[in-house]
Nanobody
Framework: QVQLAESGGGLVQAGGSLRLSCAASGRTFSGYALAWFRQAPGKEREFVAAIIWSGGSTLYSDSMKGRVTISKDNAKNAVYLQMDGLKPEDTALYYC?????????????????WGQGTQVTVSS
């Protein structure tokens, strides 16, 4: 059973940085894609970034490209999201997700497993 646990969220001022972590367990993730999504109150869940476990290819949303970097640590079975230049509109619950496919997808429905999320709040 795949389990995902996010951490690293918090309150930060506009222009600040945060590094989110996703601890993945339950299996080896070769052939999987892992992604970060976010959801603000009253809005749909939105794709942020994804990475292919084998090879490390990445994909970023247009809204956050240039301000976020997704990375992984194979030894720790972890995925990270470095976020810089944060804006108040980045305030949301950030989720880690996994799908058993080496092709990334930007659609939430494509991901089989989800973490509980970590709250990011950016003050102006």
């Amino acid at each position: 059973q795949v389990q995902l646990a996010e951490s690293g969220g918090g309150l930060v001022q506009a222009g600040g940085s945060l590094r989110l972590s996703c601890a993945a367990s339950g299996r080896t993730f070769s052939g999987y894609a892992l992604a970060w999504f976010r959801q603000a109150p009253g809005k749909e869940r939105e794709f942020v970034a994804a990475i292919i476990w084998s090879g490390g290819s990445t994909l970023y949303s247009d809204s956050m490209k240039g301000r976020v970097t997704i990375s992984k640590d194979n030894a720790k079975n972890a995925v990270y999201l470095q976020m810089d230049g944060l804006k108040p509109e980045d305030t949301a619950l950030y989720y880690c997700a996994a799908r058993p496919d080496s092709i990334v997808s930007t659609l939430p429905i494509s991901y089989n497993w989800w973490g509980q999320g970590t709250q990011v709040t950016v003050s102006s």
